[in-house]
T-cell receptor, first 111, second 113 residues
Framework: QKEVEQDPGPLSVPEGAIVSLNCTYSNSAFQYFMWYRQYSRKGPELLMYTYSSGNKEDGRFTAQVDKSSKYISLFIRDSQPSDSATYLC???????????FGSGTRLLVRP | DAGITQSPRYKITETGRQVTLMCHQTWSHSYMFWYRQDLGHGLRLIYYSAAADITDKGEVPDGYVVSRSKTENFPLTLESATRSQTSVYFCASEITGQRREQYFGPGTRLTVT
């Protein structure tokens, strides 16, 4: 079993829809939770970062971490075609600096 | 230009050959990482380095060698390339501190024939 599991998709939604992307993890020691966005043939870039449980909002993006259920979510409001990319969740232990990535979910936002 | 660069961007090599992928960052970040990305596996850590002359294995280190004699450079060598090492390789760097953000290079697409 992988430490971080993610549905590979693809997920196709119309422009303006609310998108929900999810991951589960198995290691209780994970304390840092990130979402990276990766456009085709580019390197990943950090989108959202959360320490421990809770919600974090940045513009149209909201990241949620529920440590009791080991569940990580990313919500995208008013989705745009420019949001079409692969979204990778990642987790890390304290003092580790070693990211464990999910396999990524490919999102397509149709105009 | 400031940032993290990788070379070459594309490489085709034959089984058994030695290949070195280069990574250079201009920020003086302490940590540097090498990942490989394969369909269905996401990004997997090969090796990482906490500082010059300090390196450690990641999840999939077999068949790879790294060195870090200077803070800004972190080359990855495939000593005897195999077809299973066909992949996209990403280098990343991270500054130490509270915030966890790794900055990724553009990637090297390696094909082993």
């Amino acid at each position: 079993q992988k430490e971080v599991e993610q549905d590979p998709g693809p997920l196709s939604v119309p422009e303006g829809a609310i998108v929900s992307l999810n991951c589960t993890y198995s290691n209780s020691a994970f304390q840092y939770f990130m979402w990276y966005r990766q456009y085709s043939r580019k390197g990943p870039e950090l989108l959202m970062y959360t320490y421990s449980s809770g919600n974090k909002e940045d513009g149209r993006f909201t990241a949620q971490v529920d440590k009791s259920s080991k569940y990580i979510s990313l919500f995208i409001r008013d989705s745009q075609p420019s949001d079409s990319a692969t979204y990778l969740c990642a987790s890390e232990m304290d003092s580790s600096y070693k990211l464990i990535f999910g396999s990524g979910t490919r999102l397509l936002v149709r105009p | 230009d400031a940032g993290i660069t990788q070379s070459p961007r594309y490489k085709i090599t034959e089984t058994g050959r030695q290949v070195t992928l280069m990574c250079h960052q201009t920020w003086s970040h302490s940590y540097m990482f090498w990942y490989r990305q394969d369909l269905g596996h996401g990004l997997r850590l090969i090796y990482y380095s906490a500082a010059a002359d300090i390196t450690d294995k990641g999840e999939v280190p077999d068949g790879y060698v790294v060195s870090r004699s200077k803070t800004e450079n972190f080359p990855l060598t495939l000593e005897s390339a195999t077809r299973s090492q066909t992949s996209v390789y990403f280098c990343a760097s991270e500054i130490t501190g509270q915030r966890r953000e790794q900055y990724f290079g553009p990637g090297t697409r390696l094909t082993v024939t």
